[in-house]
Each structure stands twice: as structure tokens, then as C-alpha cells.
């Protein structure tokens, strides 16, 4: 049952360069969505997060857009820093029912070389 | 910073014995959960905890578990038999009101 899917277990990118960070859903009751950032040896860290009644949404560095009509979200990272480097778990949940339960996909760990 | 901390980092058991994984949340948070990472696999939820009951669960937890908040600060998974596949990095967040979530940095647990 993979609801949230990452279809790309790893990215390598140069630093500077713009890093892209794909998720794919199925279910079209989900209306918010995340991404979380992990370390190892750490838990997942919150990043930024999207509602379904947007299709961007930026802070800083980092860009989440979204196309519901797609069932498709990415990140978008610019410029790039070896400090990124870690596994991004995109998560999606509904919040009809006030759940906010998030469904999280297998991660895509990125790599930013110096 | 305020973060969410977990005990112990590492716990080794035995098949068949009960292992209790403890959280300590953000203090003024009023939503907690547990989830579980299989080596390889998704991060999975197994259980909310809000107003000192639990709010939803997934069919991972069954009646071998239980969560407990027995006092203002901590925040406790209990698994009463544990099976070789219990093993998994157990993850422990809060939240203050629903949306994103503050994660623990962790317990992994190992049955032999």
C-alpha cells in the first residue's frame, strides 16, 4: 500500500546547483502536505509544508509546489549546500476529521558534493 | 530550543519479553505519537495520544502495544511480547496543534 510514493531512493547534486525532490500520491482525499528532513542518528525535522489549496509555497531555500491534478508535489532546494545532504521523506495527510495523521513516503536521500 | 527527547537510544531484548520506550514531548505540546521505521522501510504510524486517550491507531498497533502518559512529562510505548519483527527505530512526536510534528531523535530497538 504505497499511498505516498518517492520513486527515487537517491539524488546526487553539485553544491550551487538546484536540487529537485519528487513525490507522487494516490489518494485524492489528502489536502496537506510535508517534507521532513532526517540525519542519521537523528528523527525526521520538519521543512516546510503545503496545504492543498495552494500550489507553491517557498521559505528561503527551499520550494514546495504542487499539482493536484497530478497528484504530484517536489522540492525544490536553491542553491544547494553539502549541509542538505540527508534523507527527505515527503509526508501527506487529511485533514478532514482533524487528523493531520501523515502518510510518509520511503525517502530520497540527497547528496550536495562540494 | 525545546525538543523532544527519547530513552533509551538503544534497547536490546529478548523475544518474548516487554520493553516500555520512553518519550519526553515538548512540554506545552497536547498531541503526541508514535511511529516506527522497519530498517529500509517507511516511516509508519502506529498511535496519537491526545487529552489522555488515545485519538487513532493503525493496524500495526494491536493489542500487544500500549501508550501511557502517566504523569505531566512523559509519554511511554509498551510492548508486552516482543516479536523478532518489532524490531525497528521507534520514533516518538508531539505537536501543539495539528500539522507539523516534532520528532524525537529515536529508540532503536532490537529483538533477538
Known amino acids: ?114 | 530550543e525545546p525538543e523532544v527527547t527519547q530513552t533509551p537510544s538503544h534497547q536490546v531484548t529478548q523475544m518474548g519479553q516487554e520493553v516500555i520506550l520512553r518519550c519526553v514531548p515538548i512540554s506545552n505540546h497536547l498531541y503526541f505519537y508514535w511511529y516506527r521505521q522497519i530498517l529500509g522501510q517507511k516511516v509508519e504510524f502506529l498511535v496519537s495520544f491526545y487529552n489522555n486517550e488515545i485519538s487513532e491507531k493503525s493496524e500495526i498497533f494491536d493489542d500487544q502495544f500500549s501508550v501511557e502518559r502517566p504523569d505531566g512529562s512523559n509519554f511511554t510505548l509498551k510492548i508486552r511480547s516482543t516479536k523478532l519483527e518489532d524490531s525497528a527505530m521507534y520514533f516518538c512526536a508531539s505537536t501543539l496543534s495539528l500539522g507539523e510534528q516534532y520528532f524525537g531523535p529515536g529508540t532503536r530497538l532490537t529483538v533477538t
Open chain 1, 1 to 114: 500500500d504505497q499511498q505516498v510514493k518517492q520513486n527515487s531512493p537517491s539524488l546526487s547534486v553539485q553544491e550551487g546547483r538546484i536540487s529537485i525532490l519528487n513525490c507522487d500520491y494516490t489518494n485524492s482525499m489528502f489536502d496537506y502536505f510535508l517534507w521532513y528532513k532526517k540525519y542519521p542518528a537523528e528523527g525526521p525535522t520538519f521543512l516546510i509544508s503545503i496545504s492543498s489549496i495552494k500550489d507553491k509555497n517557498e521559505d528561503g531555500r527551499f520550494t514546495v509546489f504542487l499539482n493536484k491534478s497530478a497528484k504530484h508535489l517536489s522540492l525544490h532546494i536553491v542553491p544547494s549546500q553539502p549541509g542538505d545532504s540527508a534523507v527527505y521523506f515527503c509526508a501527506a495527510s487529511r485533514t478532514s476529521g482533524g487528523s493531520y495523521i501523515p502518510t510518509f513516503g520511503r525517502g530520497t536521500s540527497l547528496i550536495v558534493h562540494p
